[in-house]
């Protein structure tokens, strides 16, 4: 079921959460006007769903199949990125609750920027990424 489903915008990226893949997915590029009114509905329909599956039940199905999330923006602002970290930090609060979690972080072949980027993210929020290179 798809609790997110936001399609692009020129200003916006791509969002979706789904919970029976278990997947979240941003991808695009994140310029909004408003990025505490774009953002903040993720945040929050982010932390309710984890909160949801925060139980023994869902750390043994999660073993078996973990979450995960793919990174997938080529540009954003330095007022998304506070949000783009809220979310990171949402994903790293349960990890460390036990639930299996998975975080992608892609960038395009030739862009260290993005890559350092995503290393300082990882860092920041002491989780471990892996980096996907994106050819041509």
């Given at each position: 079921m798809e609790?997110?489903?936001i399609q692009p915008t020129e200003q916006t990226p791509?969002?979706?959460?789904?919970s029976v893949k278990r997947f979240f997915e941003i991808e695009g590029e994140s310029r909004p006007e408003n990025a505490h009114d774009f953002f903040f509905p993720i945040v929050n329909?982010?932390?309710?769903?984890?909160?949801?599956?925060?139980?023994?039940?869902?750390?043994?199905?999660?073993?078996?199949?973990?979450f995960s999330a793919h990174f997938k923006l080529?540009?954003?602002?330095?007022?998304?990125?506070?949000?783009?970290?809220d979310l990171l930090f949402v994903f790293k609060k349960y990890y460390d609750k036990g639930l299996k979690l998975r975080v992608y972080w892609y960038y395009n072949?030739?862009?260290?920027?993005?890559?350092?980027v995503g290393e300082d993210l990882s860092?920041?929020?002491?989780?471990?990424?892996?980096?996907v290179m994106v050819k041509g």
């Open positions: 609790l997110i489903n791509k969002v979706v959460l789904n329909e982010l932390k309710n769903y984890m909160k949801s599956v925060d139980n023994e039940f869902h750390k043994d199905i999660f073993s078996e199949f973990p080529m540009y954003f602002n330095s007022s998304s990125a506070k949000f783009i970290s072949d030739g862009d260290e920027d993005q890559r350092d860092e920041m929020v002491a989780f471990p990424f892996t980096f």
